[in-house]
């Protein structure tokens, strides 16, 4: 069956802009993870969602950050008022079950953001 | 100080090689423990999935937990040139149950001919 998809797949946007990115997850799958990962580095943790309640939004850097999932499947992250720093790929996750059952997340092909 | 330490490499071995990929962290109350392999420009797929201290193999690939010195590796046997890629450990605790991953840096692998 098909993937996690994501989308836009690259973005470029001017300082101070609003963007949203878009994940679609594995059918089905009940828990959905937002990351953000930096040339060279690992991913980031930013929120991740059971159904449609956001569990744990401790990542997030600020308050320029939001992320939403009303149905309980495909989610939305926001960025408002962007900023150069805010420059990186952006991945989403998705697994089974959530928790230790469902340990395994796949991966999306991330969203390139540059920020200008 | 970083909660997870891994050395970004690159590291460069020939065919049919060991590889040993390592990873420190700081955090003990981390319990859970994956290796996820990230080719270039593709997102991170999951390897090997350990809980707690001990041993995992699975084909070419075994993954060892040592909690006492918070230390994981990942061996890889007769490594193939398509086992080139970026390995990245990740661990998370019972608290959050295996859903707020902590990632190492990623050590890039070449597995030349």
């Known amino acids: 069956g098909a993937g996690v998809s994501q989308s836009p797949r690259y973005k470029v946007t001017k300082r101070g802009q609003d963007v949203a990115l878009r994940c679609d997850p594995i059918?089905?799958?009940?828990?959905l993870y937002w990351y953000r990962q930096a040339l060279g580095q690992g991913p980031e943790f930013l929120t991740y969602?059971?159904?449609?309640?956001?569990?744990?939004k401790s990542g997030l850097p600020n308050d320029r950050f939001s992320a939403e999932r009303p149905e309980g499947s495909i989610s939305t992250l926001t960025i408002q008022r962007t900023e150069q720093r805010d420059s990186a790929m952006y991945r989403c996750?998705?697994?089974?079950?959530?928790?230790?059952?469902?340990?395994?997340?796949?991966f999306g092909p991330g969203t390139r953001l540059t920020v200008t | 100080q970083k909660e997870v330490e891994q050395d970004p490499g690159p590291l460069s071995v020939p065919e049919g090689a060991i590889v040993s990929l390592n990873c420190t962290y700081s955090?003990?109350?981390?319990?859970?423990f994956m290796w996820y392999r990230q080719y270039s420009r593709k997102g991170p797929e999951l390897l090997m999935y350990?809980?707690?201290?001990g041993n995992k193999e699975d084909g070419r690939f075994t993954a060892q937990v040592d909690k006492s010195s918070k230390y994981i590796s990942l061996f890889i046997r007769d490594s193939q040139p398509s086992d080139s890629a970026t390995y990245l450990c990740?661990?998370?605790?019972?608290?959050?149950?295996?859903?707020?991953?902590?990632f190492g840096t990623g050590t890039r692998l070449q597995v030349t001919l």
């Open positions: 996750a998705s697994s089974s079950t959530g928790g230790i059952e469902g340990y395994e997340q796949y």
């Open positions: 059918s089905g799958h009940v828990s």
């Open positions: 969602f059971n159904y449609e309640a956001q569990q744990d």
């Open positions: 955090n003990s109350a981390f319990q859970y």
């Open positions: 350990t809980y707690s201290s």
């Open positions: 990740a661990m998370s605790s019972v608290e959050t149950a295996a859903s707020k991953l902590t």
